[in-house]
């Protein structure tokens, strides 16, 4: 999510850049680094489609309006909704959910899960 959010500001830091900025001295395996490097590399081949999913399902919202981080989760999880085989929906939902949680206001977790159960229904 941090790439992801990182890539919409220009910026190009590794995974391990990111880590350092957050603080975090865990060190990544290759599988963490190659799955998110496809997810980022995922949203940024697809952004334009990412983009016209997400303001579909967000009623009453732009997604220029929508708050960075929130978008970021959000460009993620209908990423790998519709694009990627390697996260169930129900796991990708979950997971930007419970990135909102920690990352986001308090409306945040409510507004992506309501949008990506709106993605997950249309995808079906």
């Known amino acids: 999510m941090k790439l992801t959010y990182e890539r919409m500001f220009g910026c190009d830091d590794t995974y391990n850049d990111v880590l350092e900025k957050s603080g975090i001295s865990e060190q990544p395996t290759d599988d963490d680094i190659r799955f998110a490097g496809s997810i980022v590399e995922g949203v940024q081949a697809n952004i334009e489609?990412?983009?016209?999913?997400?303001?579909?399902?967000?009623?009453?919202?732009?997604?220029?309006?929508?708050?960075?981080?929130?978008?970021?989760?959000l460009r993620n999880a209908v990423y790998e909704i519709r694009f990627s085989c390697e996260v169930p929906p129900a796991v990708a939902v979950n997971e930007a959910v419970e990135l909102a949680k920690t990352f986001c206001d308090e409306k945040s977790p409510r507004f992506i899960n309501d949008l990506l159960g709106k993605v997950v229904r249309s995808a079906e």
């Open 49 to 73: 489609e990412i983009d016209a999913v997400i303001a579909e399902a967000a009623v009453g919202w732009t997604v220029e309006r929508m708050p960075r981080v929130d978008l970021s989760i």
